[in-house]
T-cell receptor, first 115, second 109 residues
């Protein structure tokens, strides 16, 4: 079974530029998550989708971050304009559904450096 | 107070040692507890999860939950250099997964 796919793996941009990350979840997984992991910290949830609807985006900096999940499968996370503090790993994850007992599987992450 | 507290380490042990990794948590809502392992430049992978208090074993790994003291632990027996990674504890309630900061473990051969 294929895992969660993410691209690009690495990206270096200058501050105030924009960047987009793509995620393809495990087939059949209705719930998709985007996490931000800053060096030395645990992952922090940015946004959660159930199919193509947003369940939780309370920690998403909406002035610069946006995400969509069209057709309830792939998802894109965009940052515009980027700030230095956005340097982090952006992890996409998916699960069968939102129930507590469902395992959340992570992709390998997209590493962003803002200079 | 953070929902999940974890000592970031690093923790350095010789090969073959027993490793103990610990977390404390707040908020006692119905929840699962999980341990993820994260190798350098990789995403987290689920090692173990448990709901109830007590121990759960899987090979060299044992997860322990003490709900009365809000303490969760991961023990690694006969540690190997390949166990060198960051270990993240997490609690999950409903659709929300909250992580600790992660403990860096280095097993020296």
């Amino acid at each position: 079974e294929a895992g969660v796919a993410q691209s690009p793996r690495y990206k270096i941009i200058e501050k105030r530029q924009s960047v987009a990350f793509w995620c393809n979840p495990i087939s059949g997984h209705a719930t998709l998550y985007w996490y931000q992991q800053i060096l030395g910290q645990g992952p922090k949830l940015l946004i959660q989708f159930q199919n193509n609807g947003v369940v939780d985006d309370s920690q998403l900096p909406k002035d610069r971050f946006s995400a969509e999940r069209l057709k309830g499968v792939d998802s894109t996370l965009k940052i515009q304009p980027a700030k230095l503090e956005d340097s982090a790993v952006y992890l996409c994850a998916s699960s069968l559904g939102p129930a507590s007992g469902n395992t959340i599987y992570f992709g390998e992450g997209s590493w962003l450096t803002v200079v | 107070q953070k929902e999940v507290e974890q000592d970031p380490g690093p923790l350095s042990v010789p090969e073959g040692a027993i490793v103990s990794l610990n977390c404390t948590y707040s908020n006692s809502a119905f929840q699962y507890f999980m341990w993820y392992r994260q190798y350098s430049r990789k995403g987290p992978e689920l090692l173990m999860y448990t709901y109830s208090s007590g121990n759960k074993e899987d090979g060299r790994f044992t997860a322990q939950v003490d709900k009365s003291s809000k303490y969760i632990s991961l023990f690694i027996r006969d540690s190997q250099p390949s166990d060198s990674a960051t270990y993240l504890c997490a609690k999950k309630y409903g659709n929300k997964l909250v992580f600790g900061a992660g403990t860096i473990l280095r097993v020296k051969s």
